[in-house]
């Protein structure tokens, strides 16, 4: 009788030590989920941003040029080809470094590429009227509101509109030949350039 009362208290009492360490374990769990971890995004180096957009924000890079001067607010953006060369190039004047170069396949950006989930995005998007905008070249059919919509509610967007806010904020249209792995061949697709200074 003894031994079956001393065995029922030693099972009671890991009983007792066991919902102890659970109740441990799982206050441990609750206190790191409020604990908030450091945000790796991506800080503003520079002063010239550029958004490549498609479906959605496809890329973004940031450039810190030696001079933004502006044109009455306007983006002295300039696109030159080489004769008998498919690359097209692109540099922001007076600045003389080549921003990226494209041919009808791809883009070549000369700067990191910034990843998307390492731009932080807001609760509220910034809105901009088509006024604001500057059409880099003779195109038609570009769609503002759509493309500006994909990269509206970004902090960095918000940092640069806020920093130069009467700067126009520049939209370029490519056509570019990607591969379809359904139809087995390239068909051309529209892709949109957001140009943004600070």
């Not at 080809?81 to 170069?101: A, M, R, V």
């Not at 990607?178 to 949109?192: D, R």
């Amino acid at each position: 009788m003894f031994i079956r009362i001393q065995t029922h208290k030693k099972i009671k009492h890991m009983k007792k030590w066991l919902s102890l360490f659970a109740f441990g374990i799982l206050l441990t769990n609750c206190k790191k989920d409020k604990v908030s971890t450091p945000e790796n995004y991506y800080q503003s180096k520079g002063n010239l941003m550029i958004f490549q957009i498609g479906d959605s924000l496809e890329r973004a890079y940031e450039y810190n040029l030696f001079s933004i001067q502006l044109n009455n607010g306007n983006l002295p953006i300039s696109f030159y080809s080489e004769i008998n060369n498919d690359f097209h190039y692109c540099k922001f004047l007076p600045n003389q470094d080549t921003l990226f170069s494209y041919s009808s396949n791809d883009f070549t950006f000369l700067t990191d590429t910034i990843e998307n989930n390492n731009l932080k995005r807001l609760t509220n998007s910034m809105t901009a009227d088509s006024i604001q905008f500057q059409i880099i070249g003779n195109q038609n059919n570009i769609d503002i509101i759509s493309s500006w919509s994909k990269i509206s509610n970004l902090e960095i967007v918000n940092q640069y509109r806020n920093a130069y806010p009467n700067s126009k904020i520049g939209i370029s249209k490519i056509i570019m030949n990607q591969y379809s792995s359904e139809l087995g061949f390239s068909i051309p697709e529209k892709k949109f350039l957001i140009f943004l200074v600070k």
